[in-house]
């Protein structure tokens, strides 16, 4: 017997399927399992698959998918913490919105906590349907990418431009285009979407219908 699909002549093979011919080598077997082949290379049915945890692959992506939002955290919010208890800034009053040094805290906090998970479950189709095959897919790792360049270059550009009410220069310039902004898009377009729908079931439900008559037959009485 010879594998079905490198046709070698081997001494130890495999059946994988219900089929005569489903007959294939080790390192057959080990290419269709790492290309994840879930039909018969014979007769296209269905594979019986046995499903099991990698323990080294559940611990890489538990330890990627923690320290990632930690270190990227971390990285946006160094900054603007320094600026908040630095000596020099505590003196200037105009650096403070409204004067309130805990108001600033609390736009951080809402900011970075609040607003920016949102953003990034929208921009992920998160919200569609609530499953995330692609933690990371490559269309947001090119937004984050951006976003977090765009960050750093906007942070370093206000920090050096002028250090006098630096907080509202970072606000205004930073904070707003990078994610207020983004959240009001998609408010915006749930509050139109949300409409659309409303009048959708309106039609849909207020509509009646019946048969149309495409000719009228007369049917002329004769006297017996």
Not at 30 to 46: A, G, W
Not at 136 to 143: A, E, F, Q, V
Request: with cysteine.
């Amino acid at each position: 017997m010879i594998c079905i699909i490198c046709h070698d002549d081997l001494l130890i093979l495999s059946k994988i399927c219900i089929c005569n011919d489903s007959i294939v080598c080790v390192a057959c077997l080990n290419m269709l399992n790492f290309n994840k082949v879930i039909k018969c290379p014979n007769c296209r049915r269905l594979l019986t698959l046995e499903r099991f945890n990698n323990i080294f692959i559940n611990l890489k992506y538990i330890l990627f998918y923690c320290i990632t939002p930690l270190l990227f955290f971390t990285l946006q919010l160094f900054p603007i913490n320094y600026i908040l208890n630095d000596e020099n800034n505590e003196k200037n009053e105009n650096c403070n919105i409204m004067k309130n040094r805990d108001f600033q805290y609390y736009i951080m906090i809402f900011s970075f906590l609040i607003i920016q998970p949102i953003n990034y479950y929208f921009y992920s189709n998160f919200f569609i349907n609530r499953n995330q095959y692609n933690l990371l897919s490559n269309t947001i790792l090119l937004l984050l990418f951006f976003y977090f360049i765009g960050f750093i270059i906007l942070s370093l550009l206000v920090i050096l431009y002028d250090y006098n009410n630096i907080f509202s220069r970072f606000f205004w310039l930073v904070i707003i285009p990078s994610q207020y902004l983004p959240f009001l898009y998609i408010i915006i377009k749930l509050n139109f979407q949300y409409i659309l729908n409303i009048i959708s079931y309106i039609k849909r439900n207020s509509a009646q219908s019946k048969i149309l008559v495409k000719n009228i037959i007369k049917i002329e009485e004769f006297e017996i």
